[in-house]
């Protein structure tokens, strides 16, 4: 069996072929060629383990995650855990992976996507709300996607910028745009094109102002429960329709749900990345707000995990296991 690594994950595939991968994720999506149950989770004195498997276009795996919020008072991940890749005819496991960093790595990707679709072809300058890891992996992939010449970065507890710059440069490397850490989301999303919010919010980010909105590409990466919200109310009244990548989005976020309880939002103006990616949905017109939201799917890991293994067994990357 093949073990990989974070470092190996960075090592053996590219943003763009990333990005790529999540693009192969869509269409199996939209065309139904796959099967993804529920996800179970365990949990036990504030102690989760979430599974995670999927079968799709010939290959199969699950992920498997720990949540333990506490572990951030310790100085480690709150979100641990592994992939493994199995033979789609056998199950034998074939490929164990880093499960944060392929979370990291895929979501980042999916991020990138909407980048790539949503965003103007010429913005050249992007907010992050939140400079955790997701943020500088959405900074990184943004990056990818776009030709950012500056990032600017708010988040309400970490000042130093060196570990988000040390963050974004182990997916782009030294050479990255500058990086300006500001003193409100407000004044990161003025100076900004592209506005993406990776944070565990349950208020609002941002002032309820359409001007920090209006003709922007917006994306929502954290917000995965129902209490959670990272925009506010005046966002939806520049918008004609919505992105997920995929239905549930609109149960599991509060960016979407309480927007639709609300009336602010109808189910009508709510279309998936894949349904846009196959001509199936109306895209933004020129000048028009963006937005996109993902709560993440298993079929998402598997086919991003399935591409890594294919790049790390072609350039050698990895140590060799013996069950």
């Keep these: 069996m093949l073990y990989l690594n974070k470092q190996d994950l960075i090592r053996s595939i590219t943003p763009q072929e990333m990005m790529d991968a999540i693009e192969k994720a869509y269409g199996l999506f ?31 795996g699950q992920k498997i995650l720990t949540v333990f919020p506490e572990n951030t008072q310790r100085g480690l991940p709150a979100i641990d855990g592994l992939m ?35 965003s103007q072809a010429d ?3 992007l907010a992050i709300i939140g400079a955790g890891v997701q943020g500088a ?37 030294e050479d990255h745009p500058p990086v300006t850490f500001c003193s409100s989301p407000e004044e990161a999303a003025r100076q900004s094109q592209i506005l993406i919010t990776a944070t565990t919010s349950n208020e609002p980010v941002f002032p309820d102002d359409s001007t920090l909105f209006a003709g922007k590409c917006c994306i929502g990466v954290g917000s995965y429960k129902p ?9 939806w009244s520049l918008l004609s329709q919505v992105y997920v990548d995929l239905p549930f989005a609109c149960e599991e976020s509060g960016d979407l749900s309480q927007p639709l309880q609300e009336g602010l939002l109808t189910m009508d103006q709510v279309y998936t990345m894949g349904q846009l990616l196959a001509g199936q949905a109306p895209r933004p017109k020129e000048g028009e707000t963006a937005f996109f939201k993902t709560v993440g799917m298993a079929l998402f890991d ?11 067994m072609e ?7 013996e069950l």
């Design 123 to 125: 913005a050249c300058t």
């Design 137 to 173: 992996n959405q900074a990184a992939f943004a990056c990818a996607a776009r030709p950012i010449g500056h990032i600017y970065v708010y988040d309400s507890y970490a000042k130093d910028p060196a570990p988000f710059i040390h963050r974004l440069e182990e997916v782009l490397g």
């Design 227 to 235: 209490t959670m919200r990272e925009y506010p109310p005046c966002l």
């Design 302 to 312: 598997l086919i991003a995990a399935q591409a890594i293994a294919q790049k790390a």
């Design 30 to 60: 939209t065309a139904g060629n796959y099967f993804m149950p529920d996800r179970p989770t365990v949990e036990y004195q504030n102690k989760t383990i979430v599974y995670m498997p999927c079968f799709a276009d010939g290959a199969m």
């Design 315 to 321: 350039k050698g990357i990895g140590q060799k296991i």
């Design 84 to 118: 493994l890749l199995c033979d789609y005819d056998t199950g034998i496991p074939q490929v164990m992976m880093d499960g944060k960093a392929l979370t990291a790595l895929r979501t980042g990707g999916v991020g990138g996507v909407a980048v790539r679709h949503l």
